[in-house]
């Protein structure tokens, strides 16, 4: 032992213990200047062991590691252990000679026993109070054949005793890990690897000795981090494995590495088991316990905690996961700093604190003013990216972190809760300081808060605040508004979060002069409005009436805050704020203070007197107009809220009370001045305001006692108690039929609804003789249009509750008041049924009178006599009720089994509305369907679930079409259509052409078509009926006479009078005007649209024609191609004719008849451009109908006939030569085909040539769907896959029969009940020699539910060649391929 360190004996009892020591030290550290302080943290530099630091930096080399406990062990760059106090004063120097630098270090429990990791891979445990080493474990060299130690060279980066144990500990390198336990006896050590090949290790730790003793401690468990899984193993009773988990994503966020080179990290921390023991208090009785063991870890980004349970089952331990977390960048080191906090330090050195339980996390501070270098031996180990280890550089004791900084010690701690309100105050940061502590007592600052209990907090808090408040005043005196401002706003919420408002009220408002009052009320304004403040003392509250009542905008404020205090009219100036407000006119604050001093009638009056002297209608400029506010005033209280905030009074008797008093102040009868008043102000605002009154179910807890009065009373009841809606029918009643005459929209409304509330509320009391008499005068006179509707209702249901004595009596009055409905009802209680049906024509509104429709299915469904009744009235009234709706009357008459023919022939005059009602009935409108008829339908599935379910009935074929109507009736409806509506015509005859039985016949169509000129619908018919020819030659004519009124349109527009070469005035023509432009249009796509007409014609002639031919070929060579030639030539003439006419057409309209001189006419150029368009479509529409392999048309003998031909016929005015410019496209095209069928040829020769194998295809086309066609019995010609010499099946099945009869009967409908077999194929290419290999692998799992496998014999892997040629074979059944030789086909050699 070095002659400068003290001696190593044991320590004197007089000598102050470690614990003791190490508390004044660091009591004494406390106080000393901060060297770098942050809201959260503090760190101290401990100058007497920096100075020792240096000195021994100058003797033994730099530091390179630290262990903390009661006393400070320093590991240097030369091997030797330095164990100081924390004065610096060296207590042993412990040199290890050539092991090299020191890399880790621990203390044993009782700091006994110290183990130190060396660079050059040994192990030492020291007795450093003896300063002797009790055992060393040596590295491992190449050499030695016993395999136990660490490898030579490799640093020791982790090591720790295990539990309270000076004997059992652990050592890790970067590769491995090694338990040793120290033979006290021999002084031997026997040492087990727990993580050797496990990666790289990154750190290991091992649970220590805590306070309590848990079975935890007792396994002896160990935490080893490693660059790919975390692992917990026990070491006691046996070394077995408790926890593991492995991480797959690189660490850094989960960064690919290829993609952003993130650094390696990882780092364990144990916290063992610990006592706990709590007093007892005025809420909590005293409590005693014991926390678990946990294990922090931290792997890139990712933090985790763990906890040692028992195992139910057995004594071995569990670990649970507790939490985790996501740092924002990579975690070097993790450690705990407490019970519930782990401290981790990220690679740019910046240091959180984790809180476990209410999982926030806090950054406390950057490092040290110093830099902490970390030792890099994971990467100099294996050459990895790893960050470097700072678990011998930061060391955690005691709530403390140590760290060593570039050749200092640093010592920080977290800042206790008062300390940070001092650094705030110190900083003048009061309002900060006030509202942190506000912070503190909610519970909700969002940081890590040390040292305030968890009783009595706001007790504690409450004393600190009070002389933190008084400090900012007394300071605070001469700052400026806004930091006055955030001082007040600052106490108040403090005072509100500890609910003690004495120094708030009392200091505080006094520090506030009069100049400053205002600042001080308006913090408390906030809290006054959301509750939190609930009563003010009387100087605080006549000083906010004072301020707030002088200024427009306070007042209104002043109001909200008086409603939320809920005073009295004692304990603040009333007729002061009552009079600002009327001043000002905020008559929602004027009613809402009223309200909150209990007086709910006061503010109706005088708002109600405001509003009437301000006009009697007055506008809605505002929300604080007296209208507007009276309205909502009376909605709200009578519903039992509060106004405005619309919240329940509380209590429910208040609530109540104010609803009596307003409804008796209004709905009196004795009295309806009120009443009258609000009507004039807006009968329909009162009304809404009633309808949304009479909907809460709180009107039900509204009694109005009624004083007895004389006279006749509307309603007939004993007691004098009213409900509400008893209260308004009484007062309405007594309104309406007062001498005192109202509006006559006014006594309408109201009368109506009284009357329908009286209805629906009270159905079961009848109303006096007398009352139902003077409403019925009521409703039935008054000369008011625009309230029929009301009225009627309301006369409707006094009609239903009191029948009158004569219905018949009740009829002139009804019609008379335009009252139908009440008319239908009476003709029906008449029984006269026809009669109430016409009342639904005679309403005036088309809505109503629809409305017949559905009073006939009601009828029809009805006594005889009611359908007797529908049944007269729709032959009747057959005309009107067309008008009104066909589609709907159709349904009507089948509802009521009425014969159509009776309906038709009463249509019989009206050929517009029979043929309404023909439409209605055998071509009715379809029903609205969704735009996608595939969309699917909805079965309860989110939007987010994309998927398409399609219903199987939208897969089968629509059935056929049925007509069940008379053949007659069609052929009338068709006959109209052509007279009245042509173009819907040919989409009718499309539509019933396939009914059945047979809706029309053609030839009626025929006749009726050619009668009108129908084109389309005869053109229709002559395809039908087969005539292609006079199909064609129908659109021909038309084509001619559209084309006449174009020429002379053309011709029309040329310049009068002028020659070919005249000037550009006269070569350009007339102007185009934009209606004879729109003219020229239609006739034109008329021309188009008979074009288009006879390219279908053709086209359907060549379908018809060629299905036929393949049908009807005589069997005879011969005769077919006989047949074949006159299909062929019948498809050219029609084509050919077609072609012609479009020709002349362009001719006729465009070159012989306008000079060359108008060629730039507007109209020319427009008949041109469409005309060649038509042309071009001719010419597609030929040529893709010629391009088919089956087709019949011959586009050479086409253009050889229209080059043959002299000249084109283009009109019966006109002919010219053809040129051969004008089908050089058709030629073109006709050049390419025969160009392309050449290429196909050569195409198709080649393919031939070069196709390898046909039963290839049928391999790759098998496996693919998984299933081939087998023959039965495969013979040389089959298409079956089959050996070409043996003729065994190359590949078979050998499932179970039953399994394959079952795979037969689901797939039959797909592969027409063929055998089925199974293939499971492998394909490998030789592209030199152009030969393929392929294997049937049959290496399933055991308890797959079929093999593959030979039929010929039980070899598990086959081999089959497959040929140029096409020809396989086994590759047993080839001799020359079995005895590795160039592969080839016996059978084709054999060929010549």
Sequence with gaps: MDSDTEPSTPRSILEPTPESEYENRIANLDSAPSQYTTEFFSWRQLADMTAQLSELTEKYGAVTAQAIGNYVALGTESGTVVVTDYLGRAKAALAAGAYGAVSALAFSAKDHALVAGYTQGFVAVWDWVRGTTVAVSRPLLQSDDTGVGHPAGLAIGSVGFIGSSRHRFISASTVVLYHHIVQRVLTTMHTVALSEGSGVLFEAAALSDGSHTSAAEDSGLVAIMSDAQLKVVATRPKIEQVFATRFSEPAGGGQKRTVQKRAYSGSVSWLPAQRFRRAATATDPAERGHTLSKLAFAWGTRIGVLQAVDSDKDIRVEMDRVMEWEAAEDVVLCRWLDTDAVLFMTRTQRIFVLEVAQQQETEICTAPPRRIFGQPWATLATGIEAEPSYSAAVCVYRRRVFALCGGAEFVGRLLTWTERLQLLAEQHQYPTAITLAAGFALERTGHIVVGLPSTQRNKVISAYVTTLVRRALSEKAAAGTEEQRALAMACTEVSVALEDTQTLFSDVFEHYADEERLVFLEALEPFVLNGQLTRLPPQVLNALVAEYGTSLAHVRRLGDMLAALGLHPGEFDVDFVLGSCRRHRLWRTFARVWLGMGDPVAPLDAIISAATRDGESVSLVTDEEPDVVVFAYLDMVLRGRSYPSEQPIKPSERAERFATLVARYIFVPEDLSTLRALLQLGMERLLDVLRHVLGDPFIGNISIIMKPHGGDRALRRASLVKTLPQAIVDALYSLTMSPDALPPRQVGLLSSFALTLYATRFPLIYLADAAVTEWTRVLLHVDDASTRNERESAFELLVRLNPPQSYADLIGPARGAGFYRVLEHAYRMLEHYESALRTFLERPHAAQRRAVFAAMHELAAGRERAREGVSSFAVNCAVELVEVDADSFVEAVEAASIDHSCIVDALGPHPPLQ??????????????????????????????????????????????????????????????????????????????????????????????????????????????????????????????????????????????????????????????????????????????????????????????????????????????????????????????????????????????????????????????????????????????????????????????????????????????????????????????????????????????????????????????????????????????????????????????????????????????????????????????????????????????????????????????????????????????????????????????
Excluded at 1156 to 1179: C, E, H, P, T
């Design 915 to 1392: 043929m309404a009602y023909l439409r209605a009935l055998l071509d009715p409108l379809p029903a609205l369907r969704p735009t996608d008829e595939r969309s699917p339908p909805d079965i309860g599935l989110s939007a987010e679930q994309h998927i398409v379910v399609y219903p199987l009935q939208q897969l089968a074929p629509d059935p056929q079409p049925t007509n069940r109507f008379p053949q007659a009736f069609h052929e009338r409806y068709l006959e109209l259509l052509c007279s009245h509506s042509p173009s819907g015509v040919l989409p009718y005859l499309k539509r019933h052409a396939d009914s059945s039985p047979e809706p029309f016949r053609l030839a009626v169509v025929q006749d009726a078509c050619r009668r009108h000129n129908v084109g389309d619908g005869l053109v229709w018919a002559l395809l039908r009926l087969g005539d292609f020819d006079g199909a064609l030659k129908t659109v021909l004519q038309q084509i001619d006479r559209d084309t006449e009124p174009v020429r002379k349109a053309v011709q029309g527009l040329q310049p009068e009078g002028t020659e070919a070469d005249s000037t550009e005035t006269n070569s350009t023509g007339k102007a185009l005007s934009e209606p004879d432009r729109e003219r020229l249009v239609d006739q034109l796509n008329g021309i188009q649209h008979n074009i288009d007409s006879g390219v279908r014609v053709c086209k359907t002639a060549q379908a018809t024609l060629s299905k036929d031919a393949g049908s009807r070929l005589p069997n005879t060579e011969a005769g077919a191609a006989e047949y074949r030639s006159q299909v062929s030539l019948q498809l050219c003439d029609l084509w050919l004719a077609l072609l012609r006419c479009a020709l002349g057409h362009l001719h006729a309209t465009n070159r012989t008849l306008l000079p060359s001189g108008v060629s730039s006419n507007a109209a020319a150029m427009l008949v041109s451009k469409r005309q060649r368009w038509m042309l071009q479509s001719v010419l597609d529409a030929l040529i893709f109908a010629a391009s088919s392999a089956s087709s019949f048309i011959s586009l050479r003998s086409i253009i050889q006939q229209l080059l043959d031909t002299a000249d084109v016929k283009a009109t019966p005015h006109a002919a010219r030569s053809l040129e051969i410019a004008e089908v050089q496209h058709l030629l073109a095209v006709s050049v390419n085909a025969y160009k392309s069928e050449a290429q196909l040829m050569a195409l198709t020769n080649v393919l031939v040539d070069y196709d390898l194998f046909s039963k290839f295809a049928l391999l790759v086309r098998s496996q693919k769907q998984g299933w081939r066609v087998v023959d039965a019995q495969p013979s040389a010609h089959s298409l079956s896959v089959a050996c070409d010499k043996c003729h065994d099946p190359l590949f078979a099945d050998s499932r179970q029969d039953r399994a394959l009869a079952d795979l037969r009967a689901q797939m039959s409908e797909y592969y027409e009940g063929s055998t089925l077999r199974v293939l499971d194929l492998h394909v490998f290419e030789d592209r030199s020699t152009q030969w393929q290999w392929m294997k049937l692998r049959s290496s399933f799992a055991a308890n797959s539910t079929y093999s593959v496998r030979s039929r010929r014999n039980s070899i598990a892997r086959e081999q089959v060649v497959l040929f140029k040629c096409g020809h396989c074979f086994h590759r047993r059944c080839s001799p020359a391929l079995a005895a590795g030789q160039l592969p080839e086909c016996k059978l084709c050699a054999k060929e010549p």
